[in-house]
């Protein structure tokens, strides 16, 4: 029967796997053969049996949690208490190097791709290490508790300096609080940014898209697309491709024999903007050289003439483009 899940296999996770077998040997209420409290009665005691019994018992729950190799040198060992004892002074090995690399662990960790929670975990199971290594005063003076205050405010600070920059306003709202918050109130602060960070993230991108496609389908209902070529700015009844181009557009080439007929071009290319001024009645008015020539229009004087005697004699109405 195994009644800790942590097996222990050398140095590093000696104090882990002690603590967690002194968990659950106290649930056990056997405690006692390992500290040497109950120590072995004389023989042909009535007690005696009950005894070899219960420490048979914590022998196998210690033998089922360390690895093979240390399995070996337990297996022949009658007592719990003498088991436990040489394995505190095999693997306690409680020296300067651990905490330095505690601490170094602690200096580097950042929160990076994960979670707050697990990120948190993570600093959790160093600073529960740390204690474990060097125990704090648990007395109920002033001292101490002065002194257990000054190492929660530097975990408090350790768990927000890791945190990522995009929780920086956060951040700063718990350090403005009066007093300091603990480390466990904080993480439900930061958690509960980190929930609503998440429901926005998904519900966001979708009512974006459908703003953007609203706003575009108004665009397009503003805008007049022609059926026969394709070109915005126009519809299919006064497309010049169906209808012909007018005199004086570069692609107006009246053909020889059939007066002005349209002549259809299928290197069509779109049309520039004409401008052509009208006075109240209606009547198209001839430009002067100066305006044509700032307007950026293409019709000469004898070409706006030539436009007037061809409106006199039919009774087509251009549009203008």
């Known amino acids: 029967m195994t009644i800790v899940s942590e097996q222990l296999t ?35 005691i009535p007690t005696s049996n009950q005894w070899e019994r219960c420490n048979a018992l914590v022998l196998s ?13 337990i297996v022949y060992s009658s007592d719990a208490s003498v088991v436990w004892s040489d394995l505190k002074d095999q693997f306690d090995k409680v020296n300067g190097s651990r905490i330095f690399s505690i ?17 948190f975990c993570r600093l959790k199971q160093l600073w529960d290490e740390y204690s474990s290594l060097v125990v704090l005063p648990s007395c109920e003076c002033t001292a101490a508790r002065k002194y257990v205050e000054h190492d929660q405010q530097h975990c408090l600070l350790q768990f927000l300096m890791g945190l990522n920059d995009s929780y920086m306003h956060v951040r700063s709202q718990i350090l403005m609080m009066m007093p300091l918050p603990s480390v466990s109130q904080a993480f439900s602060l930061l958690s509960q940014e980190e929930s609503h960070r998440t429901l926005s993230s998904v519900d966001q991108p979708a009512s974006v898209f459908y703003t953007r496609q609203g706003r575009t389908d108004e665009r397009r209902k503003d805008v007049l697309i022609c059926d026969h070529c394709g070109w915005n700015g126009h519809v299919k009844a006064h497309c010049f491709k169906l209808i012909g181009y007018p005199p004086g557009h570069k ?43 700032r307007s950026g229009s293409s019709f000469t004087p004898a070409q706006y003439a030539e436009i007037l005697q061809l409106l006199e004699g039919t009774s087509i109405n251009f549009i203008t483009y």
């Not at 882990?16 to 042909?44: Q, Y």
């Not at 089922?64 to 399995?71: A, D, L, T, Y």
């Not at 601490?103 to 990120?119: A, C, F, P």
């Not at 903007?273 to 006075?279: D, E, F, K, L, S």
């Open 251 to 293: 692609l107006y080439k009246p053909q020889q024999g059939k007066g002005n007929s349209p002549r259809f071009n299928r290197e069509f290319d779109k049309p520039k903007i004409r401008t052509v001024a009208h006075n109240v009645t209606g009547d198209i008015v001839e430009p002067s050289p100066k305006t044509a020539a």
């Open 103 to 119: 601490h170094r662990e602690l200096g580097k960790l950042t929160q990076g791709n994960d979670t707050i929670s697990v990120y």
């Open 10 to 44: 050398w140095v590093e996770n000696y104090g882990i796997w002690s603590r967690a077998m002194l968990i659950a040997l106290r649930a056990k209420n056997k405690t006692a053969f390992i500290d040497g409290t109950c120590a072995r009665p004389p023989t042909g």
């Open 61 to 73: 729950w210690i033998m089922n949690s360390v690895s093979k190799n240390i399995f070996g040198g």
